[in-house]
Nanobody, 125 residues
Framework: QLQLVESGGGLVQAGETLRLSCINS????????VAWLRQAPGKEREWIAC????????NYRDSVEGRFTISRDNARNTVYLDMDSLIPEDTATYYC??????????????????WGKGAQVTVSS
């Protein structure tokens, strides 16, 4: 049973960098697909990035490719999302999610078994 908590959100200016953390209580996330998703006001939730179990495939949405990096630190029971060159369009609530089933293609699923409560990221012009 996973218990996911996001941290690292906040207010930044365009062009700056921010790191989000997804921490599981008790054990590492190595055996799980972990994804970052976001939802802006008035818009549907969209996937941003995901990493396959055992540090396999990494998928990114086109709008963040080359700017965002997803990674694992199993010793800290943590998955990170490093966000570089932030733009106002990145403003949203960011969620961490996980599932035991592997990735199947170059996209990230929208359905997961476990979710964090979200972290707000606001990027000003």
């Amino acid at each position: 049973q996973l218990q996911l908590v996001e941290s690292g959100g906040g207010l930044v200016q365009a062009g700056e960098t921010l790191r989000l953390s997804c921490i599981n209580s008790g054990y590492s996330l190595d055996a799980y697909v972990v994804a970052w998703l976001r939802q802006a006001p008035g818009k549907e939730r969209e996937w941003i990035a995901c990493i396959d179990k055992y540090d396999g495939r990494r998928n990114y949405r086109d709008s963040v490719e080359g700017r965002f990096t997803i990674s694992r630190d199993n010793a800290r029971n943590t998955v990170y999302l490093d966000m570089d060159s932030l733009i106002p369009e990145d403003t949203a609530t960011y969620y961490c999610a996980a599932r035991a089933y592997p990735l199947y293609d170059e996209t990230c699923p929208l359905q997961y078994n476990f979710w964090g409560k979200g972290a707000q990221v606001t990027v000003s012009s």
